[in-house]
C-alpha cells in the first residue's frame, strides 16, 4: 500500500471529514424515492403465500379448489408443484437446505405452505385465505433446552442422519489453560442471561419482482437485497439459470438490518411461478409476514464466568452458549464461524485464557439469528461480558469503572491477539473511558448516588465499553456459502470531468451514495457533487458481498481508496505530460497537479480528465478509469464507551434515563454527520431492546410479537437524549484509517441501559435481569432481593 497521499479538501469539494449533506436525501425526501413496491411490469401479477397458523405439524392434505376457482386467480402453487421442478427445499447460506414450500411438515407458526398468483393483490391475498390444509398436530419445540432433550421429537426428519435437534457444536480459545486459571483463581464470577428473539424490523419489508422471459431465459430480478452479486449467484445455483442471464436489481431499500441478507422462499416461488407463467410476477410481505418469518436477532442463551486474582485482575473466562436457531439453520455466518464472530466475547479486556463453547439447536419458529445491526453475533457477545464484568466489580467490592480501567487493553499492546484469536488492530480504550467519565461526570455522580440511597431514591450508572470485529474479509479467513469476502469498487472519470462511482455494496440508507463519493472527491479532488454513485445493480457493479455487519467502509470504501490512487497515478503522468514535468515532479493536492517548487505551474483534475480522451501522452491508453478489488488483511475493531444514568422507581420498577452519554471510535469519520447518525439509530435500537422490545412463543409454539402493537418500536417521545463523543485512533491496515461504525451503538448500548438499572440496584444484590427490563421485572428484582 502507497503512503496515505494529503487528503484534506475545502468545502467545495468536500471529501473526507465533511459532514456533508446526504447526496440521497432530496430523491428520497421529495417521494422520488425507487422502492420495489413503486414498481409495475406490464402483465405483472401478484403473489400472495399461504402460512401455516400452527408450529408443528405433519400435512395431510391441501386443497386448493376454493382459492383456484376465484376470479382473478391465475394459479395456485404447492410445495407439490415445487418438487416437480426439484424446488420444494433450497439451500440456505448457512450450508443447511429450507423447505420453499412446505411437503411433509409444517416446522414453524407462519411457514410457507403455498401461493397464489392473482391479477390483483387483494384477490391473491383473499384467495390464499380460502386454502385449506389438513394438519396431524405434533408437539411444538419452543426452547433450545427442550429441543436438546432426549425426548424431544425430531424437528429435522426429513434430514438424512439427523436423530435430534442439535445444530451445531463449536469452540474457541485453550481449555486447560482456561481450567488452570480457573483452578487458581481467587474468585470466580458467573452470569447466566439470555439475549432475546428481536426481529430487525425494517420499515420496508422484503418482496421481490421477478421478470423472466421464457424466450430469452433473461431473468430480471429487482429485490430488495442487501447483498445482490451474492443472491444472483446462489440463484444460479438454486434455478440451474446461467449467471449471466440473471440479473438482480436491488432499488432503493427502507432498511436492512441483516432481515434482507436470508433467501426467502417467495423470493424462489415468484421466481419459478414467472419463469413457468411467461409473465412478471411481484411479491411483497405484509408487516406480520416479515416479523413471523423472515430472518429475526439473538435468541441467545448464554452462561459467562470469570476467574479473578486477589487484586481484582481477570484471569481467564468461560463462555457457553445456546442457540435458538429456529427451524432451519438459514442465517448468514462465515462458513468457518457456526457461532458468528461470538468469539469476540473477550471484548476489550487483556484476556490470558479464555474458552467458549456453543451449540446450535432447532425448534420450532421461524430461521433466523441474521448478523442484525451488528458483526456476525457480536452484540450477543458483549452483552454478556459487559454484564459479566459489571457482576465481577460488585463481587470484589470495586467501582466497575476501575474495575474495567485495571483490566483493558493497554493502547501499547496493540496489535493485541486475543486469547480466542482475534488480532485488534489499534485502539486506546482508557482514553475513551476516561473521555466519557469526564463527560457525564462519574465521580461526582456516585456521590450523588450514594446520598440519592440515603433518601430512598434508586440512581443507577451503567457502563458498557465494547469492541466490535467488523469488515469481512479478509477473504482467506471470511466466507459466506464459499463466496470470500472481498469487496469492490468501479471509477470512471468522464472528459469534463465527472464521475461515476460503481460499488459491490449496497446501501439501505446507510448514506453511501455521499460517503463513497467523499473518499473519492478526497482522493482526486472531484467535488462530490460531481460524482454518481451506483450500486444495486449485478450486470452494472463489479461483484462484491454486500452490505452488512458493517462491511461497507471497510472493504468497499477500501476498495474506492485504491482504485481512485490508480487513477491518481495515471493522471499524474498525464499531468506530467501537460505541465510538461517529470512525473516524479508532480504533487496532487485537492484536485490540483502542480510542479513541484513552482505552484503557479498546474493543471486541475478537470484538466486531465479532458486530455485523457483528448490529449493522451505517446504510450498510455486512452481514458481514466479501473477498479479495485479489496482483500482487507484483518477486520477493523471500532470500540465505545458508552454510561447511561437511570432513575428507578422503586415503588413502581419504571426507570427513566437521565443522561445517555456515547463514545465512539471508528478510526476516521468520513462524514461525521452520517456517522452520528448511525449512532443515534444504533443508541435507540439497543434502548428498545433494553426496555420495551421481544419476541415470545407460547407453549404451542404461537408467535407473540406479531405486529408493532405487540413488538414495540420506539418513538422520539420516549427515546432519551444521547450525548456523543468521538475519538479517533485510525485502523493502521485501512487505506484512510476508517473503521465501521454501523451498527456499534447497538453493539454496546443494551448492556450499558441494563448495567444502570441493575446498578441501581446492586446494593441490595440484584445481579441480573434479562432484557427486555420491564417494570414488573425490575420490580420482582427487588422483591426477591428483600
Ligand atoms: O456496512 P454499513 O454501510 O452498514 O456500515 P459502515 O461501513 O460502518 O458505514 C455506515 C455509514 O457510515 C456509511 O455511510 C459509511 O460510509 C459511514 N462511515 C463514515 O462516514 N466514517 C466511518 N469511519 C465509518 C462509517
Known amino acids: 500500500m502507497t503512503a496515505t497521499p494529503d487528503l484534506s479538501t475545502p468545502p467545495e469539494i468536500g471529501g473526507i471529514g465533511h459532514s456533508v449533506l446526504r447526496q440521497e436525501d432530496d430523491r428520497l425526501i421529495e417521494g422520488q424515492g425507487d422502492f420495489l413496491d413503486d414498481l409495475v411490469l406490464p402483465g405483472m401479477l401478484h403473489m400472495a ?15 386448493t379448489d376454493a382459492a383456484s376457482a376465484v376470479e382473478g386467480v391465475v394459479a395456485v402453487v404447492t410445495g407439490e408443484l415445487m418438487a416437480a421442478h426439484n424446488l420444494a427445499w433450497m439451500p440456505t447460506l448457512s450450508g443447511d437446505t429450507q423447505a420453499v414450500l412446505a411437503t411433509d411438515k409444517v416446522r414453524y407458526q407462519g411457514q410457507e405452505v403455498a401461493a397464489v398468483l392473482a391479477t390483483d393483490p387483494y384477490i391473491a391475498a383473499d384467495a390464499a385465505g380460502l386454502i385449506e390444509v389438513d394438519y396431524e398436530m405434533l408437539p411444538a419445540v419452543t426452547g433450545p433446552q427442550q429441543s436438546l432433550s432426549a425426548d424431544a421429537p425430531v424437528i429435522r426428519d426429513e434430514k438424512e442422519g439427523q436423530t435430534d435437534n442439535l445444530v451445531y457444536t463449536w469452540s474457541s480459545g485453550d481449555q486447560a489453560a482456561t481450567d488452570a486459571a480457573f483452578a487458581g483463581a481467587a474468585k470466580v464470577v458467573s452470569l447466566e442471561t439470555f439475549y432475546p428473539r428481536s426481529h430487525p424490523a425494517p420499515l420496508e419489508t422484503c418482496g421481490i419482482v421477478a421478470d423472466v422471459n421464457s424466450v ?29 442471464k440473471i440479473r438482480i436489481i436491488s432499488p432503493d431499500i427502507g432498511g436492512g438490518f441483516g432481515n434482507k441478507v436470508p433467501i426467502y422462499p417467495g423470493y424462489v416461488v415468484a421466481t419459478a411461478a414467472s419463469l413457468l407463467l411467461g409473465t412478471p410476477v411481484k411479491w411483497i410481505e405484509s408487516r406480520s409476514d416479515n416479523l413471523i418469518s423472515t430472518g429475526f436477532g439473538r435468541d441467545y442463551h448464554m ?39 461470538f468469539h469476540v466475547v473477550t471484548g476489550s479486556y487483556d484476556f490470558p485464557a479464555a474458552h467458549v463453547t456453543c451449540k446450535g439447536a432447532f425448534t420450532n419458529k421461524a430461521p433466523g439469528g441474521v448478523a442484525y445491526r451488528c458483526s456476525f453475533r457480536i452484540t450477543e457477545a458483549s452483552y454478556l461480558i459487559e454484564r459479566l464484568v459489571q457482576n465481577a466489580a460488585y463481587e470484589i467490592g470495586m467501582d466497575p469503572a476501575e474495575f474495567r480501567l485495571l483490566n483493558f487493553i493497554r493502547e501499547d499492546q496493540f496489535p493485541y491477539t486475543t486469547p480466542t484469536g482475534f488480532t485488534y488492530d489499534s485502539g486506546d480504550y482508557h482514553t475513551a473511558m476516561r473521555k466519557a467519565m469526564d463527560e ?16 430512598g431514591r434508586l440512581i443507577g450508572i451503567g457502563i458498557a465499553h465494547f469492541t466490535e470485529a467488523v469488515g469481512a474479509g479478509p477473504s482467506r479467513t471470511y466466507d459466506i456459502a464459499g463466496l470470500k469476502m472481498f469487496d469492490s469498487a468501479e471509477l470512471r472519470v468522464h472528459p469534463t470531468g465527472k464521475a461515476i462511482l460503481k460499488l459491490g455494496v449496497k446501501t439501505q ?3 453511501h451514495e455521499t460517503t463513497f463519493a467523499q473518499i473519492v472527491a478526497s482522493e482526486l479532488g472531484i467535488p462530490v457533487t460531481d460524482i454518481k454513485v451506483v450500486h444495486g445493480d449485478t450486470d452494472n457493479t463489479p461483484y462484491g458481498l454486500g452490505t452488512y455487519a458493517s462491511r461497507s467502509t471497510p472493504t468497499s470504501g477500501a476498495a474506492t481508496s485504491m482504485v481512485s490512487r490508480k487513477l491518481a497515478d495515471k493522471a499524474r503522468k498525464i499531468a506530467a505530460h501537460l505541465l510538461e514535468a517529470a512525473e516524479a515532479d508532480i504533487d496532487l493536492a485537492a484536485g490540483v497537479f502542480s510542479v513541484r517548487g513552482t505552484p503557479d505551474r498546474s493543471v486541475t483534475i478537470q484538466d486531465v480528465a479532458f486530455a485523457a480522451y483528448t490529449n493522451m501522452p505517446e504510450g498510455l491508453e486512452h481514458g481514466l478509469e479501473g477498479s479495485s478489488y479489496y482483500d482487507p488483511p484483518n477486520l477493523t475493531f471500532p470500540y465505545g464507551s458508552y454510561i447511561v444514568v437511570v432513575e428507578v422507581d422503586a415503588e413502581t420498577g419504571v426507570w427513566k434515563v437521565d443522561r445517555m452519554v456515547a463514545l465512539d471510535d471508528c478510526g476516521v469519520r468520513i462524514n461525521p454527520m452520517i ?104 420490580w420482582d428484582a427487588i422483591e426477591s432481593a428483600l
Not at 709 to 727: G, H, I, K, N, S
Open 49 to 63: 403465500i399461504h402460512r401455516s397458523p400452527v408450529a408443528h405439524a405433519r400435512i395431510r392434505g391441501i386443497d
Open 216 to 244: 430469452t431465459g433473461q431473468a430480471t430480478v429487482y429485490l430488495t437485497s442487501q447483498a445482490p452479486h451474492a443472491h444472483r449467484t446462489l440463484f444460479a445455483l438454486v434455478a440451474g439459470l446461467p449467471e449471466q
Open 303 to 341: 452462561r459467562g464466568e470469570l476467574a479473578l486474582d486477589s487484586d481484582g485482575r481477570i484471569l481467564a473466562l468461560r463462555a457457553d452458549v445456546l442457540s435458538d436457531q429456529g427451524a432451519f439453520y438459514s442465517d448468514a455466518q462465515p462458513s468457518n464461524f457456526r457461532a458468528g464472530l
Open 440 to 455: 457525564v461526570g462519574y465521580q461526582e455522580l456516585r456521590a450523588t448516588q450514594a446520598t440519592a440511597r440515603e433518601e
Open 509 to 511: 440508507g446507510q448514506g
Open 675 to 778: 456517522v452520528e447518525g448511525q449512532i443515534h439509530g444504533g443508541l435507540t435500537e439497543g434502548f428498545a431492546k433494553s426496555s420495551m422490545q421481544w419476541i415470545t412463543f407460547d407453549d404451542d409454539g404461537n408467535c407473540i410479537g406479531s405486529n408493532f402493537m405487540d413488538y414495540l418500536v420506539p418513538t422520539a417521545w420516549e427515546t432519551p437524549r444521547f450525548e456523543l463523543l468521538e475519538t479517533c485512533v485510525p485502523s493502521p491496515h485501512h487505506p484512510i484509517g476508517a473503521k465501521g461504525v454501523g451498527e456499534s451503538a447497538t453493539v454496546g448500548s443494551p448492556a450499558a441501559y441494563v448495567n444502570a438499572v441493575i446498578d441501581a440496584l446492586a446494593h441490595l444484590g440484584v445481579r441480573n435481569i434479562d432484557m427486555p427490563v420491564l417494570p414488573d421485572r425490575v
